[in-house]
């Protein structure tokens, strides 16, 4: 499984703009990019998957370039709420998975007012 | 729809004790994998289970032992504690073979402390 580095930590205000950038220099060709979100005391939760491009849904975005070598969590807007830990996981999806999903250390991001 | 459940949630136990956990999938689910996670660090595998057998083994030993039910319940086992083995012990559900299989749902965890 590739490995992934990403920010210790991350600071924003309220409202504004939050992209998480992550490196996996080794991402293999059947790959995805999976980012999860964990609060305080709770299990992390899927945020988004993607394997190339722009990946959008309700809650952020995943732009990865055409080489796939990073990725960028973006999260419009955020609020207080979002104050959590983000993790960035790379491995195989759907057939060959065996769902061993390898966490890092993850970016804490602090939203402040 | 239930997510996924654990039991108990918080739990103190003393060194060499052993300690059983709980966890019920999500409806619809049948694979069930656990996971350690230590303050201040990403969860770490331990194993996974599906059809009641052990599917995938993380890097734990065999003091870490698990078992999963026919209704795809699962339990953690966890013998000998030590110290060491203090954390929030995660259980998360899957389908198998399902699309987006590496979206897996976690469960609030389980906060175990050993003295």
């Known amino acids: 499984l590739a490995k992934t580095t990403q920010p210790i930590s991350m600071d924003s205000y309220e409202g504004q703009e939050v992209n998480i950038t992550c490196s996996h220099n080794?991402?293999?060709?059947?790959?995805?990019i999976t980012w999860y979100q964990q609060f305080p005391s709770q299990g992390p939760r899927f945020i988004i998957q993607?394997?190339?491009t722009k990946v959008t849904n309700e809650v952020a975005s995943l732009f990865i370039p055409a080489d796939r070598k990073s990725s960028t969590l973006s999260l419009p807007r955020v609020s207080l709420s979002d104050t959590a830990v983000y993790y960035c996981?790379?491995?195989?999806?759907?057939?060959?998975?065996?769902?061993?999903?390898?966490f890092g250390q993850g970016t804490t991001l602090q939203v402040k007012p | 729809d239930a997510g996924v459940t654990q039991s108990p949630t918080h739990l103190i136990k003393t060194r060499g004790q052993q300690v059983t956990l709980r966890c019920s999938p999500k409806?619809?689910?049948?694979?069930v994998s656990w996971y350690q996670q230590a303050l201040g660090q990403g969860p770490q595998f331990i194993f996974q289970?599906?059809?009641?057998?052990?599917?995938q083994r993380g890097n734990f030993p065999d003091r870490f032992s698990g078992h999963q039910y026919p209704n795809y319940s699962s339990e953690l086992n966890v013998n000998a504690l030590l110290l060491g083995d203090s954390a929030l012990y995660l259980c998360?559900?899957?389908?198998?073979?399902?699309?987006?299989?590496?979206?897996?749902?976690f469960g609030p965890g389980t906060r175990l402390t050993v003295t």
């Open positions: 996981l790379v491995g195989p999806s759907i057939s060959g998975n065996t769902g061993k999903l390898i």
């Open positions: 993607g394997y190339k």
């Open positions: 998360a559900s899957s389908l198998a073979g399902g699309l987006g299989s590496y979206e897996q749902y």
């Open positions: 409806s619809g689910h049948d694979t």
């Open positions: 080794n991402i293999a060709t059947n790959d995805y």
């Open positions: 289970y599906y059809e009641e057998e052990e599917r």
